[in-house]
């Protein structure tokens, strides 16, 4: 997928890349700082879905538009509907890691206008899912990983496919791209305990993507 991508090689699918320790420790810092920042403008909290489960990950956004759910289901917005108020702006510490770290990469180019920053805890998971309600699905979905390491899970186009699981840790950048833009993630585990942030005792993935 690029020269950076050869440099790391994996066995995962062909659109994959885990870029390892790609950010320094003073940046992670400088990350989970800056979403303490944003969270207290636009707190974290559970969203619902449509029918009344409750996601175990604690969600917020930054950028122009959110991710949220609730009774009226998935969808992006530019207002916080819990609050009212537009989400707060993309501190400009993501927009310069990102770009650090994806250069290089195929999708050095990409410009995210929407960052859904979940926070787990232990115990705390996600099941197996596709993005979906993004309007172009040619734009990748990158992530950052900051604080304790997880099991990532990434799977196929079905949710019933076996997935791989992958050990993501503070500082990896996840880009999930091209042919495989859509394959079923998740997060299976984390290991609370691991994180190297004094500040960040759980995990908090930064999940840039292209809304509109
Ligand atoms: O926390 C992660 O690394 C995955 C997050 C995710 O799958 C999502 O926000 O859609």
Request: contains cysteine; glycine residues 6%.
């Given at each position: 997928m690029g020269p950076i991508a050869d440099l790391f090689?994996?066995?995962?699918?062909?659109g994959t890349v885990h870029l390892k320790s790609i950010l320094v420790a003073g940046v992670q810092v400088r990350l989970a700082k800056a979403t303490q920042k944003v969270a207290k403008t636009a707190e974290f909290s559970h969203a619902r879905t449509k029918s009344g489960g409750v996601y175990s990950a604690e969600m917020t956004n930054c950028g122009a538009y959110g991710w949220w759910s609730d009774a009226e289901g998935y969808r992006y917005t530019e207002?916080?509907?819990?609050?009212g108020a537009p989400w707060p702006q993309m501190p400009k510490s993501f927009t310069e890691a990102l770009k650090v770290a994806l250069s290089?990469?195929?999708?050095?180019?990409f410009k995210p206008d929407a960052c859904l920053i979940n926070h787990y805890v232990a115990g705390t998971k996600m099941g197996l899912h596709q993005?979906?309600?993004?309007?172009?699905?040619?734009r990748p979905i990158v992530t950052v990983s900051l604080g304790a390491a997880a099991d990532f899970l990434i799977g196929g186009f079905d949710r019933s496919d076996k997935p791989t699981s992958v050990l993501v840790e503070s500082g990896d950048v996840f880009i999930m791209g091209?042919?495989?833009?859509m394959r079923f993630h998740g997060i299976r585990k984390i290991y609370s305990g691991?994180?190297?942030?004094?500040?960040?005792e759980g995990r908090l993935s930064l999940t840039f993507r292209k809304a509109t």
């Open positions: 090689p994996t066995d995962l699918p062909s207002i916080d509907p819990r609050s290089g990469t195929t999708v050095a180019d993005d979906k309600d993004e309007a172009d699905f040619a091209g042919e495989s833009r691991s994180s190297p942030l004094p500040c960040l």
